[in-house]
């Protein structure tokens, strides 16, 4: 009796051993992978949405504004951008400042780009290939193709989390908008004494 | 008897607007953290220069760039450019040698060769045309990044705008060493090295038209803006990889 169930025990374990392979070689290889195509994939979509609801549509400006801050915050991670824009501030604020700066901030976006997208003038986004950066972070490298003047290369920082893609940073003929901004408003601090409220002051002149 | 007191008073100027130019490091850990790490310690004197150059830009550089712009057609534009950069061969070449990078040597020497053989003396720029031979840059403050030389302290230089104390240094060596400024200089054509050196600063004037202004409209501190662009383009012209920053 002993010497029959072995066989079928062996037989089993073959059979099992061979069905996981068999799963396995289903499986998209590797994950990785797939993932680098999925961050140029959102870019894709980012600019098909700026098309579909920003330019050449005929609406009101309130409503592209609404619009554009909608996709700003669906598609870029707002408040990630805005810690790291603070630098080494953040951790001295308040969070009281914290919250005002991430709001400012977020404002400081939306009028800054919301209107460029009613002054279109031909410009298109050409996406090209996507390339894995630091731990979990991916780079587009895409161009602003222009009609008067050169293409504009524009690489896309993007981090899947929760799922979800969400843009980190733009880098613009490779200068990062993110770091730009961080030692921009450091200076602005800097120059008003060490002090944030110095910060949140200009920004709320800015947008008065 | 006059001229020793005139330089020492020269000296003594030069000394106190220095002194006055040096910004003292604040006494905050963290101001002070940010202050090493804008590396600005001119920074007084800096924006002070900052505000003569945009000075003479408002009532000169600019509106002489706008009509430039306004009155060449873009061919002319571009083949004025093209001529400019083809007089750089000879220095981008010393450069690419000095930086050991045999390839940008070749394709620099080439291109010196094709452009002014079949360009029209470097007004076409055959080698971009043909896509084989795209033009690079190369100055000596780049080639002493290459050889370790860290950027040091930002520097606003009077008319010539943002820079290091590494890229000034670089910058003088580069018009001392220049062949064709040498030879523009014993030639005593100095029409020529003017005309060359007015044409250069247009047409990097026209080429940043627009976005410049934009930027000041924008920022908050137009000279941290520049000062955070300057270094940003200038690592990435030197070839370093960038340093990606880190998102918490």
């Known amino acids: 009796m002993t010497k029959l169930r072995i066989p079928a025990l062996t037989r089993r374990a073959v059979l099992g051993a061979a069905s996981a392979a068999a799963l396995a070689a289903a499986l998209p290889v590797p994950a990785l992978a797939a993932t680098a195509e999925e961050a140029r994939a959102f870019v894709e979509s980012l600019r098909q949405a700026v098309f579909d609801n920003l330019i050449d549509v005929d609406v009101a400006d309130e409503v592209r504004v609404a619009r554009f801050r909608d996709l700003l915050t669906n598609s870029f991670d707002v408040p990630t951008i805005g810690r790291f824009v603070l630098g080494r501030y953040w951790n001295v604020a308040t969070p009281e400042q914290r919250q005002e700066f991430l709001a400012l901030f977020e404002n400081m976006i939306v009028s800054l780009y919301a209107r460029r997208f009613r002054e279109y003038s031909g410009e298109d986004l050409q996406i090209g290939q996507a390339r894995a950066v630091g731990t979990n972070d991916f780079l587009v490298s895409s161009a602003i193709l222009r009609p008067n003047g050169p293409p504009v290369a524009v690489d896309w920082r993007v981090r899947p989390a929760d799922g979800q893609m969400r843009i980190l940073d733009v880098m613009v003929e490779g200068a990062s908008l993110a770091v730009t901004q961080r030692q921009e408003y450091a200076a602005v601090i800097q120059q008003g004494g060490g002090r944030i409220e110095a910060l949140l002051e200009a920004l709320r002149r800015q947008q008065g | ?248």
């Open chain 2, 1 to 248: 008897m006059l001229r020793p007191t005139a330089s020492r008073l020269v000296a003594g100027s030069l000394l106190a607007l220095l002194l006055s130019g040096c910004a003292l490091p604040p006494k905050d850990p963290v101001a002070r953290a940010a202050w090493e790490e804008a590396n600005d310690p001119l920074e007084p004197l800096n924006r002070v220069v900052f505000g003569f150059n945009q000075g003479v830009d408002i009532l000169l550089l600019k509106p002489a760039a706008e009509v430039y712009h306004g009155i060449t057609p873009d061919p002319v534009e571009k083949g004025v450019r093209n001529f400019l950069r083809n007089l750089r061969s000879p220095i981008i070449l010393v450069n690419d040698l000095l930086q050991g990078d045999i390839k940008a040597a070749s394709v620099t020497s080439s291109r010196m060769m094709v452009n002014t053989l079949f360009g029209v003396g470097g007004i076409i720029d055959v080698g971009e045309e043909t896509g084989d031979l795209p033009f690079h840059d190369a100055d000596f403050g780049q080639t002493l990044a290459v050889w370790g030389v860290g950027e040091g302290p930002y520097l606003v230089l009077p008319l010539l705008g943002p820079s290091s104390v590494r890229d000034a240094t670089g910058s003088v060596v580069d018009s001392l060493g220049d062949p064709v400024s040498i030879y523009l200089r014993a030639e005593d054509a100095d029409a020529l090295i003017l005309g060359r050196t007015g044409m250069t600063a247009l047409d990097a004037r026209v080429r940043v038209l627009g976005d410049l202004e934009e930027l000041q409209e924008t920022s908050l501190d137009y000279y941290a803006a520049i000062r955070s662009l300057y270094r940003q383009t200038r690592a990435r012209e030197i070839g370093l990889e960038p340093e990606l920053p880190v998102f918490e």
